[in-house]
């Protein structure tokens, strides 16, 4: 069965300092992995997806994650967090493309 | 474009009630999910349709709530009867054709309180 782990239920920055949020995975199979963004009172929206192409993806607003097989993980980073960035964070794995388990979520804090 | 649209976005109503949610996806998309989010236990799938069709409903948790899509611009979950701890918020997403895997749009959700 798959599922995700995201360790730190809060994770607080400074404007300006890296972002560094963790995940890692389980799955059977090859995963598809994602992460998505929630904005409070709206819907998740795609950041990045991972599908074997690449190990290293760029999502937007300056996002991206490594997949790195040997550890099971798919860490979310930014280099400069930005005041716009505080929202939650989900990390998700895919079998097949179609059923997402989602992470319990990731709250960034970023302080001024 | 518009995205997927929900209604109602707040539901307040009481135990034994019949609630319907309704969800319109994005149009030319031919994959529709229903998710159910809460603290405790984070966001579950409930169902999802391809091509107006209920491929994998394992997540719903009782015969109370049902799933339908008449047609490929509109879906509706209904809970009946409804009990307090159905409350959450319901999200639809809906997701392009194949070679889009995981691309999911979600809708602004339907926030449920029974009382």
């Known amino acids: 069965a798959q599922s995700v782990t995201q360790l730190g239920s809060h994770v607080s920055v400074s404007e300006g300092a890296l972002v560094l949020l963790r995940c890692n995975y389980s799955?059977?199979?090859?995963?598809?992995l994602f992460w998505y963004v929630q904005y409070p009172n709206q819907g998740l929206q795609l950041l990045l997806k991972?599908?074997?192409?690449?190990?290293l993806v760029k999502g937007i607003n300056g996002f991206e994650a490594e997949f790195k097989k040997s550890e099971t993980s798919f860490h979310l980073t930014k280099p400069s967090a930005h005041m716009s960035d505080a929202a939650e964070y989900f990390c998700?794995?895919?079998?097949?493309?179609?059923?997402?388990?989602f992470g319990a979520g990731t709250i960034l804090r970023v302080k001024s | 474009d518009a995205g997927v649209i929900q209604s109602p976005r707040h539901e307040v109503t009481e135990m034994g009630q019949e609630v319907t949610l309704r969800c319109k996806p994005i149009?030319?998309?031919?994959?529709l999910f229903w998710y159910r989010q809460t603290m405790m236990r984070g966001l579950e799938l409930l169902i999802y349709?391809?091509?107006?069709?209920?491929?994998?409903d394992s997540g719903m948790p009782e015969d109370r709530f049902s799933a339908k899509m008449p047609n490929a611009s509109f879906s509706t979950l209904k809970i009946q009867p409804s009990e307090p701890r159905d409350s959450a918020v319901y999200f639809c997403?809906?997701?392009?054709?194949?070679?889009?895997?995981?691309?999911?749009?979600f809708g602004e959700g339907s926030r449920l309180t029974v009382l």
């Open positions: 998700a794995v895919s079998d097949d493309g179609n059923k997402l388990v």
């Open positions: 149009s030319g998309h031919n994959s």
């Open positions: 997403a809906s997701s392009p054709r194949r070679g889009q895997a995981g691309e999911l749009f």
């Open positions: 349709f391809n091509n107006n069709v209920p491929i994998d």
């Open positions: 799955s059977s199979v090859p995963p598809y």
């Open positions: 991972y599908t074997s192409a690449a190990t």
